[in-house]
């Protein structure tokens, strides 16, 4: 059953900015990383799914609602947590809190005190005087309190310390077991690799891949290696039907991308060439991202560590 469903949505910016035509559904129980580098569309995606953005196209729905007009009734569900956290520095930790859990008329003071224990959190101490650290930690435990049944987490880790982010991990693993219903936004290999259960990638606002994280993890995917004998050889296997990941002329070689499904075609059609040799390598996560973003110029890249 889809709990969070997004349906062709689209919003442009202007100047390649935006999202175009991004459809994917989250599971009852699911976890869902959105992985991509920074201003590839995963927090506008995120707004849309809050409610605080109209798309020019498309729809968002959690829970069979409309994210824009039932907005209210989705928030009494919804543990959201913006990738940029912006407090009011007037309040101290409490009074955010407090004011966070009348928005949503709910909360749970002994989720409070286990959340405050979890990210060691002193609510007493005024916003103003917070590091970003923990005016993360606050933003989380907002997320939290009212111990939401479905979690929109967009860059989750973003301003923690390591130590800090090993617990987040492991608490959300916890809510995993609950089953509640996470989409995770990362740009964080790590990050969506321990926690996720399908990966869907972003790029200049498509979804470009949808991928089952085992596939992935257990070396489901691999990139083959082929050298071959002679030239037209080399040559006449780039008209096949393949995902060729490179091409190199003078050594005769291609790697191409290929899962277990597609190990009998590929099978079927080498037996026709003369091949010197082929070696199959597991893709890790990070490769199979690289993929799409090789060719890109704009591409700064994502972290494959834990920190940011």
């Keep these: 059953m889809a709990v969070i ?3 062709n949505l689209t919003k442009d910016y202007d100047h390649g900015r935006g999202i ?12 869902l990383g959105f992985l ?8 506008t995606t995120m707004r849309h799914l809050m409610g605080f953005a109209a798309p020019q196209k498309g729809n968002a729905k959690i829970l069979g609602m409309g994210c824009r007009k039932e907005y209210a009734k989705i928030l009494e569900n919804i543990g959201y947590l913006p990738g940029e956290v912006t407090l009011p520095e007037g309040l101290n930790g409490y009074g955010f809190i407090d004011m966070m859990q009348g928005l949503r008329k709910a909360g749970n003071q002994e989720n409070l005190k286990k959340l405050t224990c979890i990210f060691e959190v ?16 606050l933003a989380v435990i907002a997320a939290f309190i009212n111990d939401p049944e479905i979690l929109l987490l967009d860059e989750p880790t973003s301003g923690l310390d390591p130590v800090m982010q090993e617990k987040f991990i492991e608490f959300i693993r916890e809510e995993k077991k609950r089953g509640k219903t996470i989409l995770l936004s990362s740009h964080m290999f790590a990050e969506v690799e321990a926690l996720c259960d399908r990966i869907a990638i972003i790029k200049d606002g498509r979804i470009v891949s949808v991928v089952e994280a085992a596939e992935v993890k257990h070396g489901l995917r691999k990139i083959v290696e082929i050298t071959f004998k002679g030239k037209e050889d080399y040559k006449r296997f780039l008209h096949e039907k393949f995902e060729f990941e490179r091409m190199a002329e003078e050594q005769l070689k291609v790697d191409i991308v290929m899962e277990d499904s597609d190990v009998n075609e590929f099978l079927a059609v080498i037996v026709d060439y003369e091949v010197e040799s082929f070696v199959e390598n597991p893709v890790t996560l990070e490769e199979y991202f690289m ?16 920190n940011h």
């Design 291 to 306: 993929h799409f973003y090789k060719n890109d110029r704009k591409f700064g890249g994502v972290s494959n560590g834990k």
């Design 36 to 43: 991509g580098p920074n201003g590839a569309g995963k927090s």
């Design 5 to 7: 469903e997004v349906n």
């Design 122 to 137: 002193d609510l007493q101490q005024k916003v103003k005087r917070m590091s970003i650290g923990e005016k993360r930690k």
């Design 20 to 31: 175009y035509d991004v459809s994917f559904e989250v599971n009852k129980g699911e976890t």
